[in-house]
């Protein structure tokens, strides 16, 4: 009906006398977050607005909850169940499938190919339907069609941006309807999205040569979350030779994640030259002068002590320790 008689409405009134608005308001619930909460007498309701939906996922989940309150009821003589909540099973992959649909919809052709690898099945029917964007997102020469509702929950920046408090570029709707046009600088179409498919799906596959721009962009656009992801992507980089790298990316962005697993790579390989992380952390303490202790140094003794285990361990460790301190002392620094 959205995409006949209802096309185009910005407002649909439903009259029928068998919709009843709290079943109607549980299955709008179900369908944004995937789970619902609803009295046991609006289920009758509610599972004949799943059969009419077609939602046949939700019409099994209430049948079997159904079943388990009546088999409750009738093993606990004198018991009243007055709601029943479904909620999606850990790991269940509907509900983000779902979103990764509309999400796929508003990439650009020839962004899709591998960058949509999804770690499960997702159909390829997404001409099949409607998408019904209301904010296209103008990135380099690539146009994103996306809903407003997605990117102003998940993002405060995108939020004061489409809200009207602050502007990059904008265009006005053409006559034909198209939606409104907001164009978006210091940021690739490739980087995009990834934010876009996170956005929609709370899930990208990020490898870790796109992390770096990825880091940037999620925290311009203030998504802590796809933050962490990067963070996560960036830890499969620990080498000899880029920790020292990846370990001021995370201090600079705040990963603490990160930041400690570039602490315990170092503790694991003291034979390698530190010196320069080391005195760039203790010249922020100094500058600070919160204390005299040095929390790269802090970090990488816990790790050292903490592998420890075994007596020929225990061995390893002071000479580790031993090394990292000459190397303080080398440095300068007393802590």
């Given at each position: 009906a959205l995409g006949?008689?209802?096309?185009?409405?910005?407002?649909?009134?439903l009259r029928h006398p068998l919709i009843n608005p709290v079943a109607f308001g549980a299955l709008l619930q179900y369908l944004y977050t995937g789970h619902l909460h609803v009295g046991v007498e609006h289920l009758c309701d509610l599972q004949r607005l799943a059969k009419q939906c077609h939602l046949w996922d939700l019409l099994g989940d209430l049948e079997a909850k159904r079943e388990k309150v009546s088999e409750f009821v009738a093993?606990?003589?004198?018991?009243?169940?007055?709601?029943?909540?479904?909620?999606p099973a850990p790991g269940d992959p509907r509900l983000r499938r779902d979103f990764a649909r509309l999400a796929e919809r508003a990439l650009p052709a020839e962004l899709r190919g591998d960058?949509?690898?999804l770690p499960f099945p997702c159909p390829d029917d997404s001409d099949s339907f409607p998408s019904r964007p209301d904010v296209c997102f103008r990135v380099g020469n690539c146009a994103f069609p996306c809903h407003k509702a997605f990117f102003c929950g998940r993002s405060d920046y995108f939020r004061a941006l489409l809200d009207g408090h602050f502007r990059e570029t904008e265009e006005e709707p053409g006559t034909s309807g198209d939606p409104q046009t907001?164009?978006?600088s210091g940021v690739s179409p490739e980087t995009f999205a990834h934010v876009l498919r996170y956005v929609y799906s709370d899930h990208t596959e990020l490898p870790p040569e796109a992390a770096y721009d990825v880091l940037g962009a999620a925290d311009m656009y203030l998504l802590p979350g796809l933050k962490r992801l990067c963070g996560r992507s960036l830890a499969q980089l620990l080498h000899e030779d880029t920790v020292v790298g990846v370990w001021r990316v995370a201090k600079l962005f705040h990963l603490a994640r990160l930041e400690d697993q570039c602490?315990?790579?170092?503790a694991k390989v003291l034979d390698?030259?530190?010196a320069e992380a080391v005195r760039e952390e203790a010249a922020a303490v100094a500058s600070r002068q919160e204390t005299d202790s040095i929390p790269l140094v802090d970090d990488i003794r816990f790790h050292v002590a903490a592998a420890a285990q075994t007596h020929s361990a225990a061995a390893d460790a002071q000479?580790?320790?031993r090394a990292l301190q000459d190397l303080l002392v080398a440095l300068g620094l007393d802590c």
């Open positions: 006949t008689r209802w096309r185009d409405k910005g407002v649909v009134v093993s606990k003589p004198g018991t009243c169940v007055k709601a029943v909540t479904i909620e960058l949509w690898e907001v164009a978006l602490a315990q790579f170092m390698k030259d530190f000479r580790r320790l």
